[in-house]
């Protein structure tokens, strides 16, 4: 099987930031996705990565390491709306299947 | 452009009974997947097509679910004997041709399975 590991919550605060983990492994990598699901909605795209290091988009930020199966999403100047689920899901090679973790509740609190 | 687009957004069955959940993916876009998310859960890939070609249905409880997309376009999950295992949101998703150029999946906003 693929297996992707996320912890299952975290909490922070307004105003400051949060890193949500992610390690991975897989029998192939094209990449790693990140996802936003609100409660009852759908996944929505947040960022893509495949090349090691840190990808900056402003208040999301992806790190990746290729050789320890590890990412994280940085999220900075954290807002009370920012409380969701964060997915990661690994992209195969062959048709952009997507492998995901459980995902991680981020819960920011005032 | 629209989205993907799913239905019904609810459905409550009793134990045994059959339903059925219909996509329609985005235009042009020929990889459609079916994913299956418990709750607090992740989603976990049960079937995706290519066209109408089925690629990988090993995930798929084969003696109840079954899935087609005959003409490459819409497609339908359907679930002959449901159980409350099968409790869950069934999302739908599709991605356009080619590796390079897109980076993401479009899902739709899911139905939500309840089995008593």
């Known amino acids: 099987g693929q297996g992707v590991e996320q912890p299952d919550n975290l909490m922070s605060v307004e105003g400051t930031f949060a890193r949500v983990n992610c390690t991975y492994s897989?029998?192939?990598?094209?990449?790693l996705s990140w996802y936003q699901q609100r409660e009852g909605h759908a996944p929505v795209f947040l960022s893509y990565?495949?090349?090691?290091g840190l990808k900056d988009s402003g208040h999301f930020s992806t790190f990746l390491s290729r050789s320890n199966g590890y990412s994280y999403l940085l999220l900075t100047e954290l807002q009370i709306k920012d409380s969701a689920s964060y997915l990661c899901?690994?992209?195969?090679?062959?048709?952009?299947?997507?492998?995901f973790g459980s995902g991680t509740k981020l819960t920011v609190e005032p | 452009e629209a989205g993907v687009t799913q239905s019904p957004r609810y459905a409550v069955l009793q134990e045994g009974q059959a339903v059925s959940f219909w996509c329609d993916p985005i235009?042009?876009?020929?990889?459609l997947y079916w994913y299956q998310q418990p709750r607090d859960q992740g989603p976990q890939l049960l079937v995706y097509?290519?066209?109408?070609?089925?690629?990988?249905n090993s995930q798929l409880p084969s003696d109840r679910f079954s899935a087609v997309r005959p003409k490459g376009t819409n497609s339908t999950l359907k679930i002959q004997s449901a159980k409350q295992g099968d409790t869950a949101t069934y999302l739908c998703?599709?991605?356009?041709?080619?590796?390079?150029?897109?980076?993401?999946?479009?899902f739709g906003h899911g139905t939500k399975l309840s089995v008593l």
């Open positions: 998703a599709s991605s356009p041709p080619g590796q390079i150029s897109n980076e993401r999946l479009f």
């Open positions: 899901a690994v992209r195969m090679p062959n048709y952009n299947v997507l492998y």
């Open positions: 990565v495949v090349l090691d």
């Open positions: 897989t029998s192939g990598f094209n990449g």
């Open positions: 235009s042009g876009h020929d990889t």
């Open positions: 097509f290519r066209d109408e070609a089925v690629i990988d």
